[in-house]
Nanobody
Framework: QVQLVESGGGLVQAGGSLRLSCAASGSIFSRYAMGWFRQAPGKEREFVAAISWSAGNTDYDDPVKGRFTISRDNAKNTVYLQMNTLKPEDTAAYYC????????????????????WGQGTQVTVSS
């Protein structure tokens, strides 16, 4: 099993930046593909970004392409989400998720494919 703890959320003005971190513990982090999802009030949880455990492959949802960057440091058991040029519509609770896989270059977009979830960190972007 793996435990995930997100941090780095907060209140920021539109156009600003935040860097979210997700610290993992309890298992071999480097064998987990990782993802970031978000959920705004009254909306379903949606995919934001994903990264393979080799960090060689990444994927982004269209609304965040060119603004957000997912990365990971397997030595620190941490995955990051750098968010730039934030918009009010980015306001949501952000969750990281982990999926054990033997495929080093595979990432996953569907929330149902992930085995473990963090508790979330709130991001609020004011206009």
């Amino acid at each position: 099993q793996v435990q995930l703890v997100e941090s780095g959320g907060g209140l920021v003005q539109a156009g600003g930046s935040l860097r979210l971190s997700c610290a993992a513990s309890g298992s071999i982090f480097s064998r987990y593909a990782m993802g970031w999802f978000r959920q705004a009030p009254g909306k379903e949880r949606e995919f934001v970004a994903a990264i393979s455990w080799s960090a060689g492959n990444t994927d982004y949802d269209d609304p965040v392409k060119g603004r957000f960057t997912i990365s990971r440091d397997n030595a620190k058991n941490t995955v990051y989400l750098q968010m730039n040029t934030l918009k009010p519509e980015d306001t949501a609770a952000y969750y990281c998720a982990a999926k054990f896989t033997l495929l080093d270059s595979t990432y996953y977009r569907a929330s149902g494919q992930y085995n473990y979830w963090g508790q979330g960190t709130q991001v609020t972007v004011s206009s």
